[in-house]
């Protein structure tokens, strides 16, 4: 008997667990293993985490450290320290590196060229969350990877320890405990493995640094610097302070001119006197077999007096119609679009001509039916040739909201050179813009295949080459098929030339079911679709100048001017040229566009938002021919209470 008390007492120790079946243990066995593999990969994969990507301008290689401190190395300049916003004890060691060649051509003028540095450097502090964005999210990927090859290799060393042992690891483990010695020896190791760490964690601390009093009230008041760059920044520092006050109060007054100027605008987000809708699409009703010939919105217009302007149509003296809304005689529009005058009845959805019957009788077994929805027109607000200039990115955004812009196209050339380092641009521009208005871009030629990798990383949608859809408008359009980058010329980054592109992008139009606006940064690209009519609309940039609207083939052509300024110097800092944005609208039911504005800013933070223009009608005018066109601008303003022709404010 005292032999079997002795045999089971082991086995005792832990009566709950042997209550258990076979089956749960090894389940909760399986799961302790999985969560201490779990922890350990984790924190291997943290700690060792490490990324090449840019700080601002420089390429920069980041690795995750256990300082609680963000250290950036400059070298023989010195350090910069920031206390680390990371949970303790991470931190971040950043070594900066060079600039890339192709963002460091030589100006003619050397003062010139170290004020744009200066001003690059004060646009990147303004945007601190943008310049690191892209680091973080390479620094969160390579720790999921480290620590997935941790992980497996942790259960692949145990699965081949259980296979050596033929299942019987823990068996084979117990044994080995006791052992003399080992269990000693398995101590110091794991001493060992967290003890190395550790000193040399304490033994690389960076020296404590001291602040800087030229920084005091930007976000960089926080920082601690040592060595020559901390004597450089607070004796020269206030340059760099100077040129960050300037470029924040420049873009703030900006933003400030801009809400002001549409508070005081008659007419914010429409033409003053427009309907807001037009007769949403329906499907054509049959009758044994005979197709509905009921009268198209757009020729909804009746009357002694109407006119019509594409789809559009007034009459009388403040009938006024948008899209493919009508009205007709002295006021007599009706709440549908639809004029009466006199016995001119309507024609009913559902019934063909030759079913009415008598004097304005229809049968009675045909009742009327209800009239089309209504769509409003899509609202989007154009820029293009940002190049850079990041203080635009809170007044576009401010342009957006106050123009109702159901969307932001942007016509290409968002960087300067398509680096890698310049994703702080695509960062901040992106980050300002409310999460949930769309970003729809056809890159240029200063911006890259990296670029547009970025621009998707960062919530833009990248053109291409299919059309996407934006409340019932399609809108189509590709990438640059070159890449011209400062310094180093123009190449071709994919086999395929502008006008091919264009010729690509006309057959895509002309087979899809319907194209709206067709966005290409090269003005030329879009020639072919308009030629041939395959879309109403293409918008561009490229040229750093307004061109049009103008009617090529059986479309119009508009190119935006820079939204940067971009007159041949600098894009960063204060304006050194006239920034434009362009709100248009388009027809939701028929993608017709309708009108459009530009609102300019100017080298003085002043803002001008633009009057109301119509689109012209290509059906009305003679075609131009030609890169440029041979008619020039056809800006045609409107208003609601003149005939067609007269200004819209």
């Known amino acids: 008997m005292d032999d079997d008390e002795q045999s089971e007492a082991p086995r005792r120790r832990w009566p709950w667990w042997h209550r258990q079946t076979t089956t749960t243990r090894r389940v909760i066995r399986t799961a302790l293993l999985l969560v201490v593999t779990v922890l350990v990969s984790g924190v291997v994969g943290v700690l060792t985490a490490s990324t090449d990507s840019s700080l ?4 920069a290689h980041y690795e995750i450290t ?43 003028d050397p003062v010139t060229g170290l004020a744009g540095d200066v001003a690059a450097y004060a646009q990147a502090v303004s945007h601190p969350d943008a310049v690191i964005a892209d680091a973080v999210a390479a620094l969160v990927r390579d720790a999921l990877g480290r620590a997935a090859i941790v992980a497996g290799f942790i259960l692949l060393v145990v699965a081949g320890a259980r296979f050596a042992s033929r299942g019987l690891l823990r068996r084979e483990v117990a044994h080995a405990a006791r052992r003399p010695g080992v269990v000693p020896l398995a101590a110091v190791v794991a001493v060992t493995l967290v003890a190395v760490p550790t000193a040399i964690t304490l033994r690389d601390r960076p020296a404590p640094g001291r602040t800087i009093s030229a920084l005091a009230g930007t976000p960089l008041e926080d920082l601690r610097m040592t060595g020559r760059m901390a004597e450089l920044i607070d004796t020269y520092g206030g340059y760099l302070v100077e040129a960050y006050e300037e470029n924040e109060a420049f873009y703030a007054s900006v933003t400030e001119n801009l809400e002001a100027a549409y508070a005081q605008n008659r007419a914010p987000v429409r033409p003053p006197g427009i309907p807001i809708v037009s007769p949403a699409p329906t499907d054509t009703a049959t009758d044994d077999g005979v197709t509905d010939e009921t009268t198209d919105p757009d020729d909804a217009a009746t009357g002694d007096d109407a006119a019509t302007d594409g789809a559009d149509a007034a009459t009388g003296d403040d009938a006024a119609t948008d899209g493919a809304d009508a009205a007709t005689g002295d006021d007599a529009a009706t709440p549908d679009g639809a004029a009466t005058d006199g016995d001119d009845l309507p024609p009913v959805p559902g019934v063909t001509s030759d079913a009415v019957t008598g004097e304005g009788a229809f049968p009675a077994t045909e009742p009327a039916t209800e009239p089309p929805a209504r769509l409003e027109p899509v609202t989007f607000l154009l820029v293009s040739d940002l190049h850079c200039n990041v203080g635009m990115a809170s007044v576009i955004a401010t342009a957006a909201r106050l123009s109702g812009a159901s969307a932001l196209l942007d016509a290409g050339d968002t960087v300067m050179s398509g680096t890698t380092v310049e994703s702080y641009c695509v960062n901040a521009f992106a980050g300002e813009v409310p999460d949930d208005l769309p970003m729809i871009v056809s890159t240029g030629n200063h911006d890259s295949v990296t670029t547009a990798e970025q621009m998707r990383d960062a919530g833009y949608v990248v053109l291409g080459g299919e059309a996407v859809e934006v409340e019932g408008v399609r809108i189509l359009g590709d990438t640059d098929p070159t890449l011209t980058a400062v310094g180093e010329g123009t190449k071709p980054e994919r086999d395929e030339t502008v006008p091919e592109m264009g010729e690509r992008l006309a057959e895509e139009a002309c087979s899809a079911d319907r194209a709206d606006i067709l966005l290409v940064h090269n003005p030329r690209a879009a020639l072919p679709t308009l030629e041939q009519g395959c879309a109403p609309l293409a918008l561009s940039g490229h040229w750093h100048r307004r061109e049009g609207p103008e ?16 007159s041949g110097g600098a894009t960063v800092g204060p304006l050194n040229g006239p920034a434009e944005m362009t709100v248009l609208r388009v027809d939701a039911a028929s993608g017709r566009p309708l009108d459009y504005r530009i609102v300019t800013v100017g080298t003085d933070a002043t803002v001008d938002v633009g009057r109301w223009y119509r689109f012209p009608d290509p059906a009305a005018s003679a075609p131009t021919s030609g890169d440029t066109g041979t008619s020039g601008s056809t800006e045609e303003p409107t208003d609601a209470e003149s005939s067609a022709g007269t200004e819209r404010r």
């Open 66 to 108: 256990a300082q609680h401190e963000v250290v950036v190395d400059l070298g023989p300049l010195g350090t910069v320290l920031v206390d680390s916003p990371m949970p303790w004890p991470l931190g971040v060691e950043v070594v900066v590196q060079e600039i890339p060649a192709e963002l460091t051509a030589v100006s003619a």
């Open 551 to 566: 009617i090529h083939g059986a479309g119009t052509r508009y190119v935006s001017a820079s939204t940067a300024g971009a």
């Open 56 to 59: 601002g301008p420089h390429v």
